[in-house]
């Protein structure tokens, strides 16, 4: 089973400034079945990415996915109040999936 | 609009089985895969299976294979997640969501909370 690793765990940014989230694969992944998710607090994940770099219908263009292989990043290019939440990387293969452990972004 | 409805809130002991519900609405049921992810309290997501409901083709994680049956009932477009015996430890909030072409949950239901004691 394929482990994603999720780096930092917190990110601690102001409103305006660029987020750089990383996920790690264990193990070479399709870049077609890497995703990324949003979630807040009470509230169910939401799709943001989808193979590794495709925005999911009405996902602001300030979210941005790249890498391939074991490294792929998600980027923010400019934080607005509302992204402050955690962010989850997800991949499938072998007819089974794996999310990663989390990074929370937090207001500085 | 894609929606998927799941059952309400259960609160159960130790031992006791059950099944929750998820409706999907909006879209051809038999088409997708549909998943159920596990979020424990205060923890991260866990990704627990899918299932297909046009030939019910069912893929667990190895986590929770043999601890819990996904299952679905096209009749009435409605995917499934039960429990024979329930562990304290199955405390958490369970999301069903719909996959996408690439293996991703495109939409999600709104989630049911299990709470498990002794």
């Known amino acids: 089973e394929i482990e994603l690793t999720q780096s930092p765990g917190t990110l601690s940014l102001s409103p305006g400034e660029r987020a750089t989230l990383s996920c790690r694969a264990s193990q070479s992944v399709s870049s077609r079945y890497l995703a990324w998710y949003q979630q807040k607090p009470g509230q169910a994940p939401r799709l943001l990415i989808y193979?590794?770099?495709s925005r999911a219908t009405g996902i602001p263009d300030r979210f941005s996915g790249s890498g391939s292989g074991t490294d792929f990043t998600l980027t923010i290019s400019r934080l607005e109040p509302e992204d402050f939440a955690v962010y989850y990387c997800q991949q499938y293969d072998n007819s089974r999936g794996t999310f990663g452990g989390g990074t929370k972004v937090e207001i500085k | 609009e894609v929606q998927l409805v799941q059952s309400g809130a259960e609160v159960k002991k130790t031992g006791e089985s059950l099944k929750i519900s998820c409706k999907g609405s909006?879209?051809?049921?038999?088409?997708?895969?549909i998943g159920w992810v596990r979020q424990m309290p205060g923890k991260g997501l866990e990704w627990m299976g899918i299932?297909?409901?046009?030939?019910?083709?069912?893929r667990y994680s190895p986590s929770f294979q043999g601890q819990v049956t996904i299952s679905a009932d096209k009749s009435i477009s409605t995917a499934y997640l039960q429990w024979s015996s329930l562990k304290a430890s199955d405390t958490a909030m369970y999301y069903c969501?719909?996959?996408?072409?690439?293996?991703?949950?495109?939409?999600w239901g709104q989630g049911t909370l299990v709470t498990v004691s002794s």
């Open positions: 193979s590794a770099s």
């Open positions: 909006e879209y051809s049921f038999t088409s997708y895969w």
């Open positions: 299932i297909y409901p046009g030939d019910s083709d069912t």
């Open positions: 969501a719909r996959l996408g072409s690439q293996w991703h949950f495109q939409y």
